[in-house]
């Protein structure tokens, strides 16, 4: 029988980590819990072993979260981190996210149910205990898009790291307690769990547009049967989820290499490619735009194209791959 994952709970105030064990009772037969009323305490715990998620309050004497977080990190990478804070403040979610690469964040008083959400998505991106990912999964992981497999209902059965950081957004895509894949409405949740029902049993893909609260573009999916094994449960496909907001780009140094140019050429192609002009391009490379025409004409003759729309879907077509 594998094991519980194991979750770790990490907050100064008595009074606050009594309430996290009650609210967190109902998740016993499925968590393995422990909760512990410093961060030193905590250290010690994650050393003595490794938590599948943690916890933690934001202030607590001695060692903020953040700081705790960031120390753990270096005994445990992999483990999932979620930060409780007592006040919204947006510079110390930043700092959250940027030092310990935080997978959420919440304010106090936060509802056990929504934490309980929080720590399931933060597991859904992760392999069970003790089994580390296969190199398929750690492949997907580096793939700029969202990749979620889901059963004939919608259920998650796997996430890549990115579509478990877009359903933790909650932009458009989440998970409910039961790990079904919803939409911040009703009728698209709907058309979703109709497209894959539908590519399941006709065999063919489907293409969504899912609205976004925050009132960004639409993210775009496209859903696929995939291969069912014969040792598998039932058949399952694969939803790719890509943000518009969010497209990857390779790197400037990358560019240079792949295209062959010189790194003031990969600049200005890399600029171009973001939705610069040859006048902003020439303001951020602080080149004159006689300059920077000339640049473009050499990375024309070296990439074979003739026209500026070209040449920028000829960067936005390279591999792009996450760290």
Known sequence: ????????????????LQ????????????????????????????RAHPFDVVVSDMSMPGMTGIDMVVAMRRTAPDTAYIMLTG????????????????????????????????????LAGRPPPGQPPSMGEAALDRLPVGVIVVDATGHALFMNRRGAA???????????????VRTAFPAETASLHRAVAETLAGGGTAALS?????????????????PRP????????????SDPDDLPLVPVEQLARLLDLTPSEARLAHSLALGHSVEEAAGLSEITVSTARTYLKQVFAKTGTARQ????KLVLGLPAVEA
Not at 167 to 174: P, V, W, Y
Request: charged share 25%; with cysteine; glycine share 8%.
């Open 1 to 16: 029988m594998p094991a519980k994952p194991r979750i770790l709970f990490v907050d100064d105030e008595a009074r606050v």
């Open 87 to 122: 006040t919204a403040d947006l510079r110390t979610a930043i700092d959250a996210i940027n030092r310990a690469d935080m997978f959420r964040f919440f304010t106090k008083p936060c509802p056990a149910f929504l934490l309980a959400e929080g720590i399931a998505e933060a």
């Open 210 to 226: 899912i609205s976004r609260p925050s009132l960004k573009r639409p993210l775009s999916v496209l859903i696929g049967p995939l």
């Open 19 to 46: 309430g996290l064990r009650r609210g967190m009772h109902r998740h016993e037969e499925r968590w393995e819990m422990e909760f512990v009323s410093d961060p030193a305490a905590g250290l010690a715990a994650m």
């Open 230 to 241: 014969p040792a598998a449960g039932g058949p399952s496909a694969a939803l790719y989820i």
């Open 166 to 180: 877009l359903c933790a957004a909650e932009d458009g895509l989440s998970l409910d307690g039961g790990r079904q």
């Open 309 to 312: 729309a070209e040449l920028v």
